[in-house]
T-cell receptor
Framework: GAGVSQTPSNKVTEKGKYVELRCDPI?????LYWYRQSLGQGPEFLIY????????DSGLPNDRFFAVRPEGSVSTLKIQRTERGDSAVYLC??????????FGPGTRLTVL | KQEVTQIPAALSVPEGENLVLNCSFT??????LQWFRQDPGKGLTSLLL?????REQTSGRLNASLDKSSGRSTLYIAASQPGDSATYLC?????????????FGKGITLSVRP
């Protein structure tokens, strides 16, 4: 079926606002990951879900960042009180059984 | 803490040249290693996955090798073409198991000149 999809593709917001970024995984993939990529850098891990639960959230930079996956499929990354330093491309990836991670096209977040 | 290094940051070669992209990692206790391609403004496309027990993987003009004990991997591109121009990222998974996170290098930006 279709690959990983992410919406919106671009998001521009003002400092202090709240944003939600959505990831639709490949059907049947139980593992879901969020990464953040700043300009000129490789992606950096944020959080990993196995099913509905966050199995590893050690990459979340602070408590303004939160992610959910209530039904074990779609995931939403939520950022409160956005700061200019949050500007980056947010990537979602999914995998099945410890094999390749397949990435979505990303959401480019710009905080003015 | 795992660290992945890719040097140089950028590379420019003439069309038709065979080339090698290098990747090194500090913790050899990895589950697998994956090479990705990223075009400007796009997401990541998986090129090759090498499990920790494997030495190499091949796909078309691409060959990736893994020397886990020395913490090194190489991506070999044969007969390079302008369409190969992109950023190539190396990432390692583990060691905490099959579903652990990927740790990425910063990537090598390749330009193949016609």
């Amino acid at each position: 079926g279709a690959g990983v999809s992410q919406t919106p593709s671009n998001k521009v917001t003002e400092k202090g606002k709240y944003v939600e970024l959505r990831c639709d995984p490949i059907s049947g993939h139980t593992a879901l990951y969020w990464y953040r990529q700043s300009l000129g850098q490789g992606p950096e891990f944020l959080i990993y879900f196995q099913g509905t639960g966050a199995a590893d959230d050690s990459g979340l930079p602070n408590d303004r960042f939160f992610a959910v996956r209530p039904e074990g499929s779609v995931s939403t990354l939520k950022i409160q009180r956005t700061e200019r330093g949050d500007s980056a491309v947010y990537l979602c990836a999914t995998s099945s059984g410890g094999n390749e991670q397949f990435f979505g096209p990303g959401t480019r977040l710009t905080v003015l | 803490k795992q660290e992945v290094t890719q040097i140089p940051a950028a590379l420019s070669v003439p069309e038709g040249e065979n080339l090698v992209l290098n990747c090194s990692f500090t913790d050899s206790a990895i589950y697998n290693l994956q090479w990705f391609r990223q075009d400007p403004g796009k997401g990541l496309t998986s090129l090759l996955l090498i499990q920790s027990s494997q030495r190499e993987q091949t796909s078309g003009r691409l060959n990736a090798s893994l020397d886990k004990s020395s913490g090194r991997s190489t991506l070999y591109i044969a007969a390079s073409q302008p369409g190969d121009s992109a950023t190539y990222l190396c990432a390692v998974r583990g060691p905490t198991g099959a579903n652990s996170k990927l740790t990425f290098g910063k990537g090598i930006t390749l330009s193949v000149r016609p």
